[in-house]
């Protein structure tokens, strides 16, 4: 049996896999989707997730439009897992990763689109590299500061995320469970909950921990960032504040803010039609 049948069995397309070397010689997990000569679109996932996060993106028929993109982070998904701290709290790491995906795969001025943790990463390339190689931004429930104490972020997430670092097994579940459970505003269906485990249990409870000690504030990037932003935010967002949203719209010298009411944490699966014609026209339009 073929990947793409076994693929088709839950409806998923496969992709292109690619095997990038990130920044201090990290492996990095990297698929795509569309024509090699359409407008890339490269998507960032968020903290302890992987590329399937855009699954309703790249299963839609945005793959016929675009070229799609999807990396799996240093430490999380099928990309390497060194247990390193400092490969994960120095930020021209992560620069240098999102870099080396647009050197090794030739995207030309793609979109970045970056979710929840994808955020700080977005900032952290475009500290780094500016935007000479960036046609536009897609902020989706995207975090731009870190700090001690946390601004922006809520509660109900800090206290799941500590637990999900944990070294102690049953309270590294429990914190599992409590972050998924708390991404979506209506509960998840059983099979999609089972699934987000899953895929949430790929990035080890030590370098989750190693993610939460970065202290960031890009602020000063986004109030120079020359290229057109959208930031998609649900209204019910409880890991990501509405007000995180609020700040980068008034920050950024070119913004767009699309509220989603009755929305949680992930606009791209509680409404992916709406997401995807979005995405779409505003891709489109650069």
Not at 23 to 40: I, K, M, N, T
Request: hydrophobic share 45%.
């Amino acid at each position: 049996m073929t990947g793409a049948e076994v693929s088709g069995m839950i409806e998923h397309e496969a992709g292109r896999v690619h095997r990038v070397m990130g920044s201090g010689g990290v492996g990095l997990h990297v698929r795509e989707w569309g024509s090699e000569h359409a407008q890339p679109i490269l998507f960032i996932h968020g903290w302890s997730s992987c590329y399937l996060a855009w699954r309703s993106q790249f299963d839609s028929a945005l793959r016929e439009r675009f070229r799609l993109v999807c990396v799996d982070l240093r430490g999380h998904g099928f990309s390497d897992k060194p247990l390193d701290p400092a490969m994960y709290q120095t930020s021209a790491h992560w620069a240098d990763d999102i870099a080396a995906v647009m050197i090794a795969l030739g995207l030309r001025r793609p979109v970045l689109v970056g979710a929840s943790y994808g955020g700080y990463v977005i900032g952290d390339y475009l500290a780094r590299h500016g935007t000479k190689n960036v046609s536009a931004v897609n902020f989706v429930g995207a975090a731009v500061i870190s700090s001690n104490p946390p601004v922006n972020i809520g509660r109900r997430f800090i206290e799941g995320a500590l637990m999900a670092a944990s070294d102690d097994p049953a309270v590294m579940i429990e914190g599992a469970r409590s972050v998924i459970h708390a991404t979506t505003h209506r509960p998840l269906p059983p099979a999609d909950a089972e699934r987000a485990l899953v895929a949430f249990a790929l990035t080890p409870p030590a370098i989750r921990a190693f993610l939460l000690m970065r202290t960031l504030d890009f602020t000063r990037t986004l109030a120079e960032l020359d290229r057109p932003v959208l930031i998609t935010q649900g209204d019910e967002d409880a890991i990501v504040l509405p007000s995180m949203a609020e700040h980068i719209a008034a920050t950024v010298p070119e913004g767009r803010l699309s509220l989603y009411p009755e929305c949680g944490h992930t606009p791209q699966y509680e409404f992916a039609e709406r997401f995807n014609g979005e995405l779409a026209e505003f891709a489109g339009a650069v």
